[in-house]
């Protein structure tokens, strides 16, 4: 199989010697021209599809009119009713054809070119496809109608009829053939035969011929006539009679053939030889220009991965300092500069510009000697003017130049220093042309730097501006987010008399998005005080609204002196009622009761608090940790534990103990062992919190870290109580016992406002609760809490009375003597509080 488009030499010599032996069997001329147009057919192919390349193949032959067969004398007769035949009248018969369509491949089908008479030379040229192919094949009219070349007669020309655009021209007159059939090119050749008659063969193909493929056609037209020559003493169709043949026209046919054959492969040979040559010149020149572009695809290739790898480093750095020294140590290294210095601009966050500067040098008193500020990164100055050219310099010996101060402004070298003599100086700037400093690269030989130097380091300089703005845009909005998560978060601890107190917020380094971690210290009555830290799940604004959110709903439900388990179930139904289904908010919510020395807690997911005794002993609270906030339906329970002078309470977000290099149970115990470090000694709570967080934390924790640590304070309190039974009888017990300890607290000048409001709260709950109950004084410095404690769960509340009645107005009386009061719901019924100021 061949490819028509690319036909070789090679090729050729091939398809020629193949053609001459298809014809071995033929037993009749017709089988013989049959067997030479389905082997063209079958060898030429797509090499891609398979499917054949001619379109359409036929071998035509001339004869006299004796040599037709009574068939073709009627198919003639029909074709040109005018005819008047006779034994030598000329005609050119098909004798095989086969193409893509079914009636191409009988030639009894063929309606007009089965047979055709030429009994002029008007009537050759008449048929203007004939006429055309001939003219083409070098065939003229009278050579046709005058009759059979004699035996002996040279006809050596075996010309090549090439159309190589079917549709141009009026070589081809149906168009509409070649439009519908997809003709491109068409090939023809011809040959005489030992009898004198003449052959022609045409293939019509659907790929486009160049004419140095055509020309290979004429060794094919050689090799066709060889294989016709056998079949010119047999019949011309089965069942004719066999046709004379002289044995001497024979062999010269045969030789003459032979004669032709070599000199086609001559020729071939010779112009294949100047082909090979030419082309030996051109694969040469391609060889060595290739080698060039390789060299220079080679010196690029290592410049594109040398800025990629150096882009890919300043794209993942979003520190600035780290960037900018990132940047010009890669710079110096790539160019092999000496010294490379980066002055740039950066902006504190007031917006101020400040000049600074990053150095590669194996100059350690380089830094000293650039202009202030130095390039310590914790300095921010003022900006400076500079000097260094906006554009990009490259000079190959600057001891040459009459203004080289104004293109190095850097004092590099020193005396008894070689003076720098190469300077390459690239501006960065940004896209939109900011300027963001510049380059100045550094060498004491002469004509170090090259315009490959310069394109890298344009090319570093790009990439770095590009890995600023991104830095810069990244602080900016980092530092918008932590403010934002600052301004949901309390500022300074709160000054109570009862705790010493400490909080951490440390944002993650996952990115720019705030967190969803809060935590929150809520003063509440009588002293107590609500401890709350709290976790949503995710980062972004939704996480931080919600946040915001719950932090206020907390302080809402805190106010209202519920117990920690009903603020979780309080908390939980408005986190259901937020629908977010998909996020997971956990929250511990204790109180510290300094008057019994308990904490109070409810846990909802969250990781367990841990309480640290005054002698060291830490304990981690993980009873009824219960589950996240927002499933409906939850019970949250309350748990107590001591919490008495020197003890540590510990509460945070999962930040501080989460890490991929060992499990949450690991953490937790790494945990408590830095907490027991911690204990003994002089330490602050602050001092406890920044230690943990910095034994704990590597400062590249991916999530957000918030941690509240309070320590109970030795307590000034003095406090004093009653049991009382609910009868009238009690209210006098309550005014005598208020006055016995008031005398003995040397709080005399408020025994009788600190007795009107017992009286009020002892007589209201033996008339409305009826059950026994507990009178507590409790002395603060500066305050005297009065709390009844019943069983009854109905809370009281403060109703206006008409002005002539004289009932309903206890609790208005309570209000009037003290700085407050209220009610807090307890499991077992209520505590009714006042709080009255000593001084």
């Not at 004796?66 to 009713?81: F, G, K, V």
């Not at 002996?152 to 070649?178: M, N, Q």
């Not at 491109?184 to 019509?204: C, H, N, Q, R, W």
């Not at 001891?399 to 008894?416: D, F, H, I, N």
Request: glycine residues 6%.
């Amino acid at each position: 199989m061949f490819d028509l488009a690319n036909f070789t030499v090679s090729d050729m010599v091939v398809c020629s010697s193949e053609l001459r032996r298809v014809t071995a069997e033929s037993a009749t001329t017709e089988d013989a021209a049959r067997a030479i147009v389905q082997h063209l057919r079958t060898t030429f192919r797509d090499p891609d599809t398979g499917r054949s390349q001619l379109v359409l193949t036929r071998l035509f032959q001339t004869m006299p009119w004796r040599n037709l067969t009574p068939d073709l004398e009627q198919c003639a007769l029909r074709r040109q009713p005018d005819l008047v035949p006779h034994p030598d009248l000329r005609c050119l018969t098909l004798l095989a054809t086969t193409g893509d369509h079914p009636d191409w491949r009988d030639r009894t089908r063929s309606r007009r070119h089965q047979v055709v008479a030429f009994p002029s030379v008007q009537a050759v040229r008449r048929a203007p496809m004939i006429s055309a192919m001939l003219d083409q094949l070098g065939v003229t009219a009278e050579e046709i109608v005058a009759g059979p070349l004699s035996g002996d007669t040279e006809w050596d020309r075996h010309d090549i009829t090439h159309i190589p655009d079917a549709l141009a021209g009026s070589a081809v007159p149906d168009k509409e053939f070649i439009r519908a059939h997809g003709i491109k090119s068409v090939i023809g050749y011809a040959g005489k035969l030992p009898d004198g008659e003449l052959f022609t063969v045409l293939m019509f193909t659907r790929v486009y011929v160049p004419a140095r493929i055509a020309e290979l056609f004429r060794t094919v037209a050689v090799s066709t006539r060889l294989a016709l020559l056998p079949l010119n003493t047999a019949p011309l169709f089965a069942g004719g009679p066999g046709r004379h043949t002289p044995v001497r026209h024979l062999a010269a046919a045969r030789l003459d053939a032979l004669e032709q054959l070599l000199a086609a492969h001559e020729g071939t040979s010779a112009q294949a030889a100047l082909v090979a040559a030419d082309a030996r010149d051109r694969v040469r020149s391609q060889q060595e220009q290739l080698a060039y572009k390789q060299r220079r695809l080679d010196q690029e290739t290592r410049i594109v991965e040398t800025l990629y790898r150096v882009g890919q480093k300043l794209t993942r750095e979003l520190n600035l300092e780290r960037l900018v020294q990132a940047a010009t140590d890669a710079a110096t290294s790539v160019i092999a500069a000496e010294h490379g210095i980066f002055r740039y601009i950066d902006y504190d966050t007031g917006g101020v510009a400040d000049t600074r500067y990053a150095v590669t040098s194996a100059d350690p008193t380089l830094i000293d000697r650039l202009p202030r500020p130095r390039p310590t990164f914790a300095a921010r100055t003022r900006p400076q003017t500079t000097v260094v050219p906006p554009t990009t310099v490259r000079r190959g010996d600057l001891t040459e130049e009459p203004g080289a101060a104004e293109l190095l402004p850097y004092r590099v070298s020193t005396a008894g220093q070689p003076p720098v003599r190469s300077l390459l100086t690239i501006p960065v700037t940004t896209a939109t042309g900011e300027d963001l400093g510049a380059f100045s690269f550094c060498h004491t030989r002469a004509d170090v730097f090259t315009e490959r130097d310069e394109q890298l380091a344009l090319g570093i300089a790009a990439q770095a501006a590009t890995a600023i703005e991104n830095a810069r845009l990244f602080r900016s909005v980092r530092d918008t987010a932590v403010e934002l998560q600052r301004s949901l978060l309390p500022q300074v601890p709160p000054d109570l008399d009862e705790l010493d107190i400490a909080f951490r917020y440390l944002p993650g380094a996952k990115g720019q998005q705030v967190g969803g971690d809060w935590f929150d210290v809520i003063p509440l009555s009588a002293g107590r005080i609500a401890l709350v830290v709290g976790d949503v799940m995710g980062r972004g604004l939704q996480a931080a609204a919600v946040m915001g959110q719950l932090r206020a709903a907390v302080r809402a439900y805190a106010v209202m002196d519920l117990p920690p388990a009903r603020v979780m179930r309080h908390l939980n139904r408005l986190v259901t009622g937020l629908g977010g289904e998909d996020q997971i908010i956990t929250c511990v919510y204790a109180v510290y009761d300094p008057g019994d020395a308990t904490v109070h807690w409810s846990n909802a997911g969250h990781l367990p608090p841990a309480l640290i005794s005054a002698d060291g002993k830490v304990e981690l609270l993980e009873d009824d940790l219960g589950v996240p906030l927002g499933l409906d339906g939850t019970t949250f329970e309350d748990a107590m534990v001591g919490f008495d002078a020197g003890d540590q309470l510990l509460l945070y977000t999962d930040g501080l103990v989460e890490s991929h290099d060992a499990s949450l149970t690991d953490r937790l115990q790494e945990l408590t062992e830095h907490i027991d470090g911690t204990t003994g000694g002089t330490c602050t709570v602050a001092d406890v919190a920044d230690l943990l967080a910095k034994t704990m934390l590597t400062g590249q924790e991916p999530d957000d870290v918030a941690l509240l640590l309070v320590r109970a304070r030795h307590s000034v309190e003095r406090t004093a109580g009653l049991d009382l039974p609910p009868t009238p009888r009690s209210a006098r017990e309550a005014r005598d016992f208020v006055r016995a300890t008031l005398a003995r607290w040397n709080l005399v000048d408020h025994s009788d406002t600190t007795c009107s409001v017992v009286t009020e709260l002892v007589s209201n709950a033996a008339e409305h609760a009826r059950t026994p109950m507990e009178l507590r004084l409790r002395h603060h410095p500066g305050r005297l809490i009065v709390e009844v404690v019943d069983h009854d769960g109905r809370l009281p509340k403060e109703i206006a009375s008409p002005g002539h009645d004289e009932r309903h107005r206890g609790l208005s009386i309570v209000a009037g003597l003290t700085t407050d009061w209220g009610v807090r719901p307890t499991d077992t019924g209520k505590i009714v509080w006042a709080e009255i100021r000593d001084r």
